[in-house]
T-cell receptor
Framework: AQKVTQAQTEISVVEKEDVTLDCVYE???????LFWYKQPPSGELVFLIR??????QNEISGRYSWNFQKSTSSFNFTITASQVVDSAVYFC?????????????FGAGTRLTVKP | KAGVTQTPRYLIKTRGQQVTLSCSPI?????VSWYQQTPGQGLQFLFE???????NKGNFPGRFSGRQFSNSRSEMNVSTLELGDSALYLC??????????????FGPGTRLTVL
């Protein structure tokens, strides 16, 4: 069965520090999709990125970057030069792709607090 | 372009009742996904509809059902409500199925309280 582990429950950093949020997943499928979402204090979820299992290229989007490593079943998220507005709960998720009626599993989330 | 809208925003029901929640996706989006968020279980995937067909489904009992209309609006229904169904229900829309979409857009959610 698929599983997503975000071992870091809470992280606190000072503004301008770099921070990495860890995500480790388990799946028996060879084709799957990984996601990161952000949930700021307002509560509305924000999609950040989707990555499929065949694309191990790292992704950079502004201050955000993602490191996907199939060898360690990890899909880590780094925020460079963090800002107060980055304070939120971040969720990693996995969706298997075999057949129909696939489930999607979320990690428990990592609460990031960026202090000024 | 209008965002994803969910109605109602807040709802109070009693055990045993049923409830219907609505989600209107962004115009042109064909996929609507539903999620449940509770303090105890966290975020959980309910189901995804694409072009009026359920394409993916989470591990929820049959009391949870949904449908999608030809205009892509979606409803989810929970019958015989239990206290544990109290949650924030979120929906998201995307052009393609969520697993293939470049992005998803989320609504503000419906907060359901079961007494």
């Amino acid at each position: 069965a698929q599983k997503v582990t975000q071992a870091q429950t809470e992280i606190s950093v000072v503004e301008k520090e770099d921070v990495t949020l860890d995500c480790v997943y388990e799946t028996r499928d060879t084709t799957y999709y990984l996601f990161w979402y952000k949930q700021p204090p307002s509560g509305e979820l924000v999609f950040l990125i989707r990555r499929n299992s065949f694309d191990e290229q790292n992704e950079i989007s502004g201050r955000y970057s993602w490191n996907f490593q199939k060898s360690t079943s990890s899909f880590n998220f780094t925020i460079t030069a963090s800002q107060v507005v980055d304070s939120a709960v971040y969720f990693c998720a996995l969706s298997e792709a075999g057949g129909n009626n696939n489930d999607m599993r979320f990690g428990a989330g990592t609460r990031l607090t960026v202090k000024p | 372009k209008a965002g994803v809208t969910q109605t109602p925003r807040y709802l109070i029901k009693t055990r045993g009742q049923q409830v219907t929640l609505s989600c209107s996706p962004i115009s042109g989006h064909r996929s609507v996904s539903w999620y449940q968020q509770t303090p105890g279980q966290g975020l959980q995937f309910l189901f995804e509809y694409f072009s009026e067909t359920q394409r993916n489904k989470g591990n929820f009992p049959g009391r949870f059902s949904g449908r999608q209309f030809s205009n892509s609006r979606s409803e989810m229904n929970v019958s015989t409500l239990e206290l544990g169904d109290s949650a924030l229900y979120l929906c998201a829309s995307s052009l393609e199925q969520a697993a293939r979409a470049d992005t998803q857009y989320f609504g503000p959610g419906t907060r359901l309280t079961v007494l």
